[in-house]
């Protein structure tokens, strides 16, 4: 075969052909389109001042919210334990929309089954479809556990999870030893860390129940050192390795209580497997005896903290994703107080040269306006690095409801870390509004970058603004996910992405004696 009978266009160049662009127009006398003088007006009123206090005053309409929802998260947090299934109970399209968004932003499979509930189990209950479901994929994918989360629609009609797991167990389906975690996981509230959080509370505290073991803090399988670790809903593959690098220098035990990190980084070797890596479910009951637990994601797992220090009698350290030299400094701190190590002089090292990379690009950096869009504990760790590299959060937008933790709600937590820079002094933080308030800010009060997920490529391409494609999703772009963001190495990716970006925007934005040969 030639190369030339390989030469498949893509939909990029194909649709520019003039056969499909006169299709297109033929097509628009059976749409009734508006002129093109009316969209042109209707396109520039949508960007004036005018319309933006309608958009803020909107209430009952949702325009492209920065989240997803709960049963998403459920589905990661189940591909954290080793051999696990994640399994939905409700409509096959649900579970269809959480396999390709994980697989679209991890490039990955997902493996995950539904029971494919439709009319008649929205009538007379979905029993049926569960004990089928868990009997056929058991049979057919041998998970050593399953974890079950549900859709809107089975929380509609008010299905009972455990004592379908338990009709399952009597009717011979699976055995009564076999493990089966379980959340409910409402989607017409929260959104995926709500889903996340919860699964991981649901399995933790299934196997911890089902073991017998009665928790002993500090007492440890083989050493008192043993550190529990939760990353969250994490879609950085490389903040696992990351950490793991930190923990290594520390030279301390510990066990990641939810590692999908395996499962969305398999290697591809002919042969597809289902499961990778994950936290072992032997490994489970025994972190109730760690000496204490880190949580990265405080807003996102507040019932996974609240039931470890309440069930387990842990202490737990939580804090937001530890972005920059401040947050990956409170990170090692936190590490070195739960394990009484002293901080490796290997870290300390290089912290200096993440320190020494940013006074480089610092000139760069200094008073850029930037734009944050992600969830509440990614925002957290995002506006401090952007204080310290003298960058000016401006607008910030946090889809999640004002979410809080220890009685401490997400922005005002934000608020008062801006108000303690002067680099804060014209943030406004947005809770519960989404990428279309957003597109509104971006049009009337520029700025010079916008943070976040590839969610919010529009706006920042009508306001003509450069996006930094940081958090989840990000679809667009490739491997994002296998550099960490964490960590002082975290910090020096995220400062090549930023500066790197701006440079690029002096180069395409000048000529002549402006179009230098070092920046
Ligand atoms: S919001 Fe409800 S109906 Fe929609 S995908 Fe999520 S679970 Fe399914």
């Not at 204490?292 to 019932?303: H, N, R």
């Not at 303690?420 to 406004?428: F, I, L, V």
């Not at 969610?455 to 296998?482: E, Y």
């Amino acid at each position: 075969m030639s190369k030339d009978d390989l030469n498949i266009k893509d939909n990029t160049s194909l649709f520019k052909e003039e056969r499909y662009v006169q299709q297109r127009e033929n097509k628009k006398q059976f749409e009734a389109p508006c002129s093109e003088q009316e969209t042109a007006e209707a396109l520039a009123y949508s960007k004036s001042a005018e319309y933006m206090e309608k958009n803020f005053s909107r209430q009952n309409v949702v325009i492209n919210p920065h989240k997803a929802c709960q049963p998403l998260g459920s589905v990661m947090a189940a591909l954290g334990f080793e051999k696990t299934l994640p399994f939905v109970h409700g409509s096959q399209g649900c579970n269809a929309y959480f396999r390709s968004h994980l697989s679209r932003h991890f490039k990955e499979p997902t493996p995950s089954v539904s029971t494919s509930m439709t009319e008649d189990a929205a009538v007379f209950g979905g029993m049926n479809n569960l004990i089928d479901g868990l009997e056929n994929s058991v049979a057919l994918y041998k998970p050593e556990m399953v974890a079950i989360c549900t859709t809107c629609m089975a929380e509609v009609i008010g299905d009972d999870l455990n004592s379908f797991i338990g009709n399952a167990r009597i009717k011979g389906v699976i055995s009564e030893e076999y493990p089966v975690a379980f959340c409910n996981t409402p989607s017409f509230v929260g959104s995926h860390i709500t889903g996340y959080d919860a699964m991981i509370k649901g399995i933790l505290s299934y196997l911890y129940t089902r073991s017998g073991i009665e928790s002993k803090p500090g007492s440890g399988a083989e050493s008192g050192e043993k550190l529990n670790v939760l990353l969250g809903f994490e879609p950085y593959t490389g903040n696992f390795a990351e950490l793991r690098k930190i923990l290594a220098a520390f030279d301390t035990k510990y066990t990641i209580l939810g590692d999908h990190s395996g499962n969305y980084d398999s290697p591809a070797t002919g042969e597809y497997e289902y499961y990778y890596g994950g936290t072992k479910l032997e490994d489970v009951p025994q972190a109730a005896n760690a000496l204490g637990t880190l949580s990265l994601q405080k807003y996102t797992l507040k019932k996974t903290q609240e039931y470890i220090s309440g069930t387990w009698k842990q202490q737990i350290s939580a804090l937001s994703t530890p972005l920059g030299i401040k947050g990956t400094d409170k990170l090692l701190e936190t590490i070195s107080e739960l394990t009484g190590l002293p901080v490796p002089a290997s870290l300390t090292e290089e912290r200096g040269r993440v320190v020494d990379a940013l006074m480089d690009s610092h000139p760069y950096l200094h008073g850029k306006r930037v734009a944050l869009v992600g969830d509440p504990d990614l925002l957290i760790g995002l506006i401090g690095f952007c204080l310290e590299t003298g960058m000016e959060p401006v607008h910030i937008v946090c889809s999640n409801g004002d979410v809080d933790y220890n009685e401490v709600k997400f922005k005002d937590e934000a608020v008062a870390l801006l108000a303690a820079s002067p680099y804060g002094s014209e943030a406004t933080v947005h809770v519960g509004k989404d990428l279309w308030h957003m597109r509104s800010l971006l049009l009337n009060d520029t700025v010079d970058l916008a943070i976040g997920s590839s969610h919010l490529k529009f706006a920042a391409k009508d306001a003509d603004v450069p996006l930094i494609r940081v958090g989840f999703p990000v679809f667009d772009r490739h491997h994002m996910h296998r550099y960490p963001i964490i960590g002082y190495q975290g910090t020096l990716n995220l400062l090549s992405l930023i500066v790197n970006t701006i440079l690029q925007q002096l180069d395409d934005n000048n000529s002549g004696f402006n179009f230098e040969l070092v920046r």
